[in-house]
C-alpha cells in the first residue's frame, strides 16, 4: 500500500506533495484534539479494542509521545477513507501521516454479513447504530475479521524523518482514530471498504430478501438524530390504536428457525395501552 499521490512522489525535503482527499473520505477539517486528556484514550468498547490492537501487534514504540500530540491539538484536517486515515500532523515542521489498513474484499464482505444476518440480534443492534460487543467472533468465524489482526493487516507512513513504526505522528492519528470510533464504530467498516448504509442495506437484503423488506432506514434516521433533542410536550386528543405490526420486526425481516415474536410484541403493546389508559384517566380525574 502507498500514498495517493502523483508522479513527483516526494519532493527534495521529503514531503509528500499532490495528495488528493478520495471521494468516500469523512473530512473533519480544521484540529483535531482527543476528547480524552488524561489517562487512556477510548471509552467505548471498540475504540478500547483499536487501542489494544496497538499494543498486542508491538506497535507501541511512540505510543506516549503520540497521545500527546492527539491531545495537544497537532493533528490537522483529519481524513477517514476506504483502507486508510490521513492527516498533517505538526512536529519540528508539518508532516503528513497516513495508517493503511487493508480492505476486505467482496467474497469476505458477503461471508462476514451472511454470517452476522443469521442472528438476529446483531442485525437488530447495527440497524440501531450499536456495534455488537462480540462481533468480531462473528467476522473470525466468517474467516475474516474486523480488528487488524497481524502487521499484514496494517501499516504506517509519514513523512517525517522518524522511521518509528509507527512514529509518533501516525500514534497521534491512531488514537484520534480510537475515538472517532467511539463516536461512530461504523467508521470502522468504512476502514475496511464499506459505509454504513451498504452494510445496514446488505443485512436488510440478507435478513428479508430483495424488494420484501421496506426501507424504513431514512425515517428511523431522521427519528434517531431527533432523540436527544426533546419533544415539545402537547396535550393528549386521543388515545392511540396498538399497531397491528411492530416497526422493529418489520426492520429485521423474517427471523431465523421460524422464531415468531409477533404475540410477545403484541402482549407488551395491549400491556402499554392498558396503562396508557389507566393513566389517562386518572390525569383527567385529577383535573377535573
Known amino acids: 500500500m502507498g500514498w495517493w499521490y502523483d508522479d513527483e512522489g516526494y519532493d527534495d525535503n521529503h514531503t509528500l506533495v499532490d495528495y488528493r482527499t478520495p471521494p468516500d473520505a469523512l473530512v473533519i477539517n480544521g484540529r483535531v ?3 480524552s486528556q488524561r489517562g487512556a484514550i477510548g471509552t467505548e468498547w471498540w475504540g478500547k479494542q483499536w487501542v ?3 499494543e498486542r501487534l508491538g506497535l507501541g514504540g511512540r505510543i506516549e509521545r ?11 484536517d483529519l481524513e477517514i477513507s476506504y483502507g486508510m486515515a490521513y492527516a498533517q500532523v505538526s512536529g519540528s515542521r508539518l508532516y503528513r501521516t497516513a495508517i493503511h489498513l487493508r480492505t476486505l474484499d467482496d467474497a469476505e ?8 444476518s443469521q442472528q438476529a440480534i446483531y442485525s437488530a443492534k447495527l440497524l440501531a447504530g450499536e456495534m455488537p ?23 504506517f507512513e509519514c513523512s517525517c524523518p522518524d522511521y518509528g513504526d509507527p512514529c509518533k505522528h501516525a500514534a497521534a492519528v491512531y488514537y484520534l482514530v480510537a475515538e472517532q470510533l467511539d ?24 435478513r428479508g430478501g430483495e424488494g420484501h423488506m421496506p426501507d424504513h432506514s431514512t425515517s428511523l434516521a431522521h427519528e434517531i438524530d431527533r432523540f436527544w433533542q426533546g ?16 416497526v422493529a420486526l418489520r426492520e429485521l425481516g423474517p427471523l431465523p428457525n421460524g422464531l415468531d415474536l409477533k404475540p410477545l410484541y403484541q402482549s407488551i403493546a395491549a400491556t402499554a395501552y392498558q396503562q396508557l389508559i389507566g393513566d389517562n384517566f386518572a390525569q383527567n380525574g385529577e383535573s377535573e
Open 33 to 35: 484534539i482527543a476528547i
Open 52 to 54: 489494544t490492537t496497538m
Open 66 to 76: 503520540g497521545r500527546r500530540y492527539a491531545r495537544n491539538g497537532s493533528v490537522r
Open 109 to 116: 464482505w458477503e461471508r462476514a454479513l451472511a454470517a452476522l
Open 133 to 155: 460487543g462480540d462481533i468480531e467472533t462473528i467476522f473470525q468465524e466468517a474467516g475474516v475479521s474486523l480488528f487488524p489482526q497481524s502487521t499484514k493487516d496494517i501499516t
Open 183 to 206: 463516536a461512530d464504530p461504523f467508521i470502522l467498516f468504512h476502514l475496511r471498504g464499506r459505509k454504513r448504509e451498504q452494510v445496514l442495506a446488505a443485512l436488510r437484503q440478507h
Open 231 to 246: 419533544f415539545e410536550h402537547r396535550p393528549m386528543t386521543a388515545l392511540p390504536s396498538i399497531p397491528s405490526e411492530a
